[in-house]
């Protein structure tokens, strides 16, 4: 047997492990939202303690894809790399503020920073792999991934951004609010492009996963804005088990990537 194919069937015997371990660790953590949800004391340290945990899963995927002497896509993953840091910098930073400096709800705050400092490095690493498929692209498949994206814009402004603005007379959140629509937007736009455009083959599986990432990200910075505004939300919500699906999914897609590219 060739190192290669021992390779092969290394990885797919890790990933076959790894989605396991991924889909009890969501089971486990929404388990524990739901059992928790009267006991919001625990829940407020859970919370803070198990996101920073869920955003290392794409980071040290990632970074372990880049290592990987073979891995025919390592520039658009060494992007992807720093954006998942600076996610996981801006969880540890939130849960600095929550768990040591007792602010509860930090926001808007220097975690915001690096959260949205994040998504350009996603956002390029995602556009640099699908460069190197440009020749596949039509006018037909660049179309439907946008009107999707503005059919998302269009409910994100009804339900999100003129109730937001209504809701808050505070200059810097309602910026800050916003900022996190309008790069989620950009994110999905590419991912979805990329679904469309390698549907049916194997590098495509890898972005349906990233597809259903995105959304769930989106779900969550959606939800996350709208109930800030309105002052309902707090650490523990449920709606932050969209963020902790988001890490597990971003991290399955770029192992998917990784398997299907030596």
């Given at each position: 047997?060739?190192?290669?194919?021992?390779?092969?069937?290394?990885?797919?015997?890790?990933?076959?492990?790894?989605?396991?371990?991924?889909?009890?660790?969501?089971?486990?953590?929404?388990?524990?939202?739901?059992?928790?949800?009267?006991?919001?004391?625990?829940?407020?340290?859970?919370?803070?303690?198990?996101?920073?945990?869920?955003?290392?899963?794409?980071?040290?995927?990632?970074?372990?894809?880049?290592?990987?002497?073979?891995?025919?896509?390592?520039?658009?993953?060494?992007?992807?790399?720093?954006?998942?840091?600076?996610?996981?910098?801006?969880?540890?930073?939130?849960?600095?503020?929550?768990?040591?400096?007792?602010?509860?709800?930090?926001?808007?705050?220097?975690?915001?920073?690096?959260?949205?400092?994040?998504?350009?490095?996603?956002?390029?690493?995602?556009?640099?792999?699908?460069?190197?498929?440009?020749?596949?692209?039509?006018?037909?498949?660049?179309?439907?991934?946008?009107?999707?994206?503005i059919a998302v814009t269009g409910l994100i402004v009804v339900s999100l951004?003129?109730?937001?603005?209504?809701?808050?007379?505070?200059?810097?959140?309602?910026?800050?609010?916003?900022?996190?629509?309008?790069?989620?937007v950009t994110l999905l736009f590419a991912s979805i492009l990329g679904a469309l455009l390698f549907r049916?083959?194997?590098?495509?599986?890898?972005?349906?996963?990233?597809?259903?990432?995105?959304?769930?990200?989106?779900?969550?910075?959606?939800?996350?804005?709208?109930?800030?505004?309105?002052?309902?939300?707090?650490?523990?919500?449920?709606?932050?088990?969209?963020?902790?699906?988001?890490?597990?999914?971003?991290?399955?897609?770029?192992?998917?990537?990784?398997?299907?590219?030596?």
């Amino acid at each position: 047997m060739t190192q290669s194919t021992g390779l092969v069937l290394d990885l797919s015997v890790t990933k076959s492990v790894g989605i396991k371990a991924a889909i009890s660790a969501c089971l486990i953590i929404t388990v524990l939202y739901l059992v928790l949800q009267p006991y919001l004391d625990i829940l407020y340290v859970l919370s803070n303690t198990s996101e920073p945990i869920f955003s290392l899963v794409p980071f040290l995927v990632a970074l372990y894809a880049v290592r990987q002497r073979n891995f025919a896509f390592v520039s658009s993953t060494r992007w992807l790399v720093f954006g998942f840091l600076l996610w996981f910098l801006g969880e540890a930073t939130y849960t600095t503020y929550a768990l040591f400096f007792g602010i509860a709800i930090p926001y808007p705050s220097l975690a915001d920073f690096f959260w949205l400092s994040g998504y350009p490095f996603v956002l390029v690493g995602m556009i640099t792999f699908l460069r190197q498929f440009r020749f596949a692209l039509n006018r037909r498949t660049v179309a439907l991934a946008f009107s999707i994206s503005i059919a998302v814009t269009g409910l994100i402004v009804v339900s999100l951004v003129l109730p937001v603005i209504s809701s808050s007379a505070d200059l810097m959140e309602n910026i800050v609010g916003l900022a996190y629509p309008i790069v989620d937007v950009t994110l999905l736009f590419a991912s979805i492009l990329g679904a469309l455009l390698f549907r049916g083959g194997k590098v495509g599986r890898g972005w349906y996963w990233l597809v259903i990432a995105v959304v769930l990200f989106s779900l969550g910075d959606i939800l996350f804005s709208y109930l800030t505004a309105k002052g309902l939300y707090y650490d523990g919500n449920p709606l932050d088990l969209f963020y902790d699906y988001a890490y597990i999914f971003f991290g399955l897609s770029i192992y998917a990537q990784l398997k299907h590219t030596w």
